[in-house]
C-alpha cells in the first residue's frame, strides 16, 4: 500500500473512530452510518469538494448536505479534521474552529456545536437544518436551481462567477420520503446536472432489514425521472467511488445518483448490517472490537493520529483556498466592469434591499367594491421584484390562483432546454413547482441558503403538505415567503376539504414563523412593506380569494399600523371605548361594519385591525396596553378559522365569533350566514359583552 493510500485509512479510520466515541460517550446517536459512509463522504471532500475551510460561507463553493442527518457526527468529524472555521457570529466565536474536539466530546450535549442533527447557523459548514428525512435532498434541489440561476444571471463571458455543484449524502428513509421523490421528480425535468445525491445503500433501518418495507428498484425510478445513475459496489473502494464523481462531473445534461454499497456500523463483528447500528450506541466492547479491525488502539478515545489534520489541509485545504483566491480575483476584475452586477451579488450577499425598492408601491384608492387580498398582493409583488431583480418564486400548480406570477416582459418562466432542442431559460424569475407543495416549500429554503430571496405560493389549507419545510425555514431563521390564499369558510362550493379552518392557528404556534393576514389592499402594502425587510424568520402572507372593501384611509387610522401588527382602526370618542372588535383579513370589515351599527345605537366601540399576532407581541407592554386597555374587558373577537388562542386576547370573559367544526359546501354567503360571520351577529356578541361586563363594575 502506497504512502497516500496509508493516509487515506488513516483518515478514514479517524473519521468512524471519532464518531464511534463520540456516541458511546453520549450514550445516544447513530454510530452505523458514519462507519459505512465514511470512505464515501472522505473521497468527495478530499479529492473533489471545492471548499474553503478557512471561508465556509464562499458564494462559489460546492455544497455539501448531509441529508441522512442522523449520521451528523459524520460531518462534525469532518468539520473538525479539515479545519473549518466559525463565520456565524450570531451563535459563534467568529475565527475559531466550528467544531472542536471538546464539542466533539460533548455530542449531542447543551452547548454543544455537536447537536444531534445538523443545525445551519449553529454551527459553521452545516449547509442546512437536517433530521426530518428527505428534507435535505428536497433542499438540495433548491440550492442546484439557484446555482443555475445565478450562473444565467450573473455569469458573463470569461467571468465564471458561479459553477459550483451540489452534494446530498442520502440513507434509505431518505429514499423513502415523499418529499424526495417530489423533489427528484423536478430535479430530473429541470435537468439540473450540477446536482449529485449520493444514497448510501446500507439496507437496514430502525425496524430492521429494508426488505421490509422497501423492495423497489430505486435506479429504475430514478431513471424515469429523468436522472443518470450510477452504481458503487463498495464502500470501501476509493478507486471506484473516484469513478462514480467523476462520472457525475462527466454528465451535463441531467442530474446524477451515484448508489453505493455499504455495510451499516463496518467493522463491528456482532452489529455490522444490523438495525442494532443504526440508532444506538456500539457497546463499550464492541466499540474495541471495532477499532481492532480498523487496526486502532482499543483503549484510546477520541484519539487523532499526528498527520490526520494535516493531510486533510493539505488536500481539501489548499485546493479550496486556491480556488476561493482566484474567485475572489475574477470577483475583483468583475466588479470593475461589471460595478452593477457585483453590487446585487454583495446586497444578496448580506440580505440587503436594493435602493428603491418600495419606490414603485401602489397606493389604492377607497373603493366599496375593493378586490381580493391576493389581487392587491400580486400587484405589490410585481412592483416589488421589478426593483429586486433576485426577488423570485411560483406556486404549487396555482399561480393563476394565487396571483403570484412574475408578468412583466423580463422576468421569464426557469426552464430546461426542451427534448426538441429549443432554449430553455435558466434565469427566468417564474417557477413552476407543479403539483409538489411540500418540495416546492423545501426547494425554496434551498434557494434562500443561497441567499436569493424566494417565495412559495398555494392554498392555505395546503400547508398541511408543507409542515416539515416551513418548521425548518423557522428553525434556520431564514427569511423564506410564503403566500397562502383561499384563507377561510369563503371558498364556499369547494367545502370543508378545501376550507382551512386550524391551519392558522397552527401557524402561530410555530415558534419563529411570522404570520400576516392583512384587511384590505392597503394593509396588503403595508405587510409587504414588512416581509421585505426581514432578514431572519420566514414569513406566511395570507390572503383572501373573495374581494374585501379597501377602507378610506380618511376616516379610518392609516395602513402603516400593520408594521406593529395590531392597531387601533376606529375608535371611541375621546378614546373611551365601551366594547372592543378585534379581527384579521376579511373579518375586519365586519367589525366595521358593527363599528356603524353600533355608534347608532350609541355603543360606542373600538375596532383593531391583527394583521400579526407576533408583531404585535413583540411590541413594548406600553403600546400593547394602548390598543388593548387593561381596564376594557368587554372584547369580541371575530375570525372565520379555529377560534383557538384567542382567549390571549379576550380574556375567558370575552366572546369569540369562530369555528370550532369544519366548514360547509355551499355558496359563499350561505357559508357565512351558516356559521354566523355577519354584522348582525357581532353587534349582538357586542350589546351582550357591554351587558354583562357593566354589570361587574
Not at 472522505?42 to 460546492?62: A, I, M, S, T, V
Not at 437536517?130 to 440561476?149: F, K
Request: charged share 20%; with cysteine.
Amino acid at each position: 500500500m502506497t504512502v497516500a493510500a496509508q493516509l487515506d485509512q488513516l483518515c478514514i479510520n479517524t473519521l468512524r473512530t471519532l464518531s464511534i466515541d463520540a456516541v458511546q460517550q453520549a450514550q445516544s446517536g447513530h454510530p452505523g452510518t458514519p462507519m459505512d459512509a465514511a470512505p464515501t463522504v472522505y473521497c468527495l471532500w478530499q479529492r473533489f469538494l471545492r471548499y474553503d475551510p478557512e471561508d465556509p460561507n464562499w458564494p462559489n463553493r460546492d455544497r455539501f448536505v448531509l441529508s441522512c442527518g442522523h449520521a451528523s457526527m459524520l460531518l462534525y468529524s469532518l468539520l473538525y479534521l479539515c479545519g473549518v472555521k466559525a463565520m456565524s457570529p450570531s451563535y459563534e466565536q467568529a475565527g475559531g474552529l466550528a467544531v472542536t474536539l471538546d464539542d466533539i466530546k460533548r455530542f449531542r450535549q447543551a452547548g454543544s456545536r455537536c447537536t444531534g442533527h445538523p443545525e445551519y447557523g449553529w454551527t459553521s459548514g452545516v449547509e442546512t437544518t437536517t433530521g426530518p428525512l428527505g428534507q435535505g435532498a428536497a433542499t438540495s434541489v433548491g440550492m442546484a436551481i439557484a446555482e443555475r440561476w445565478l450562473a444565467a444571471n450573473y455569469n458573463r463571458p470569461g467571468y465564471a462567477l458561479f459553477e459550483h455543484k451540489v452534494y446530498a449524502l442520502c440513507s434509505d428513509g431518505d429514499m423513502m420520503e415523499g418529499v424526495s421523490s417530489e423533489a427528484a421528480s423536478l430535479a430530473g425535468h429541470l435537468q439540473l446536472a450540477n446536482l449529485c445525491w449520493i444514497y448510501d445503500d446500507n439496507h437496514i433501518s430502525i425496524e430492521g432489514p429494508t426488505r421490509i418495507t422497501f423492495t423497489e428498484d430505486v435506479a429504475a425510478r430514478f431513471l424515469g425521472y429523468g436522472w443518470n445513475v450510477t452504481r458503487v459496489a463498495d464502500a470501501n473502494d476509493l478507486e471506484l467511488l473516484t469513478r462514480g464523481y467523476d462520472t457525475f462531473l462527466a454528465t451535463h445534461d441531467r442530474p446524477t445518483l451515484i448508489i453505493v454499497q455499504s455495510h451499516i456500523g463496518y467493522g463491528a463483528p456482532h452489529k455490522q448490517d444490523s438495525k442494532e447500528a443504526h440508532g444506538e450506541p456500539l457497546g463499550v466492547e464492541e466499540v474495541r472490537l471495532a477499532k481492532e479491525f480498523y487496526g486502532w488502539d482499543p483503549d484510546a478515545q477520541f484519539h487523532v493520529p499526528d498527520g490526520v489534520p494535516e493531510y486533510f489541509r493539505e488536500q481539501i485545504g489548499r485546493r479550496g483556498a486556491g480556488l476561493r483566491a482566484a474567485w475572489e480575483k475574477l470577483f475583483a476584475a468583475y466588479r470593475n466592469q461589471y460595478p452593477d452586477l457585483a453590487e446585487q451579488i454583495d446586497r444578496m450577499q448580506r440580505r440587503d434591499l436594493p435602493e428603491g425598492w418600495d419606490s414603485a408601491l401602489p397606493i389604492f384608492p377607497a373603493d366599496a367594491k375593493g378586490m381580493a387580498t391576493r389581487d392587491s398582493s400580486g400587484k405589490v409583488l410585481n412592483a416589488i421584484a421589478q426593483k429586486m431583480p433576485w426577488l423570485l418564486g411560483g406556486a404549487a400548480d396555482l399561480a393563476p390562483s394565487t396571483k403570484t406570477h412574475l408578468n412583466f416582459e423580463s422576468a421569464g418562466d426557469f426552464q430546461a432546454p426542451g427534448e426538441s432542442g429549443e432554449a430553455g431559460n435558466y434565469g427566468g424569475r417564474n417557477f413552476h413547482y407543479g403539483v409538489r407543495e411540500h418540495a416546492m416549500c423545501a426547494i425554496s429554503n434551498g434557494l434562500s441558503l443561497s441567499n436569493l430571496r424566494p417565495y412559495a405560493a398555494s392554498f392555505l389549507i395546503f400547508t398541511d403538505y408543507c409542515r416539515g419545510a416551513l418548521r425548518l425555514a423557522a428553525m434556520m431563521e431564514i427569511p423564506v415567503i410564503t403566500i397562502w390564499t383561499h384563507d377561510s369558510i369563503s371558498m364556499g362550493e369547494d367545502g370543508p376539504t378545501h376550507q382551512p379552518v386550524e391551519q392558522l392557528a397552527s401557524l402561530r404556534a410555530m415558534p419563529g414563523m411570522l404570520v400576516l393576514r392583512p384587511a384590505d389592499a392597503n394593509e396588503v402594502v403595508e405587510a409587504w412593506r414588512v416581509i421585505m425587510q426581514l432578514k431572519d424568520r420566514p414569513v406566511c402572507l395570507v390572503l383572501t380569494r373573495q374581494a374585501l372593501a379597501t377602507l378610506d384611509r380618511t376616516r379610518y387610522a392609516p395602513a402603516s399600523g400593520v408594521a406593529r401588527g395590531a392597531y387601533v382602526l376606529a375608535d371611541a370618542p375621546h378614546h373611551s371605548p365601551d366594547v372592543l372588535l378585534l379581527a384579521t383579513g376579511s373579518e375586519v370589515a365586519l367589525c366595521i361594519a358593527a363599528y356603524e351599527q353600533l355608534k347608532v345605537e350609541g355603543i360606542k366601540a373600538r375596532v383593531i385591525s391583527m394583521p400579526s399576532w407576533e408583531l404585535f407581541e413583540s411590541q413594548g407592554q406600553e403600546y400593547r396596553d394602548s390598543v388593548l386597555p387593561p381596564e376594557i374587558t368587554a372584547r369580541v373577537a371575530v375570525e372565520a378559522a379555529s377560534s383557538f388562542g384567542w382567549e390571549r386576547y379576550t380574556g375567558f370573559g370575552g366572546s369569540i365569533l369562530g369555528l370550532d367544526t369544519f366548514g360547509l359546501s355551499a355558496p359563499m354567503k350561505v357559508v357565512a350566514q351558516h356559521f354566523g360571520f355577519e354584522p348582525a351577529h357581532v353587534v349582538a356578541a357586542a350589546r351582550e359583552q357591554v351587558v354583562r361586563h357593566a354589570s361587574k363594575k
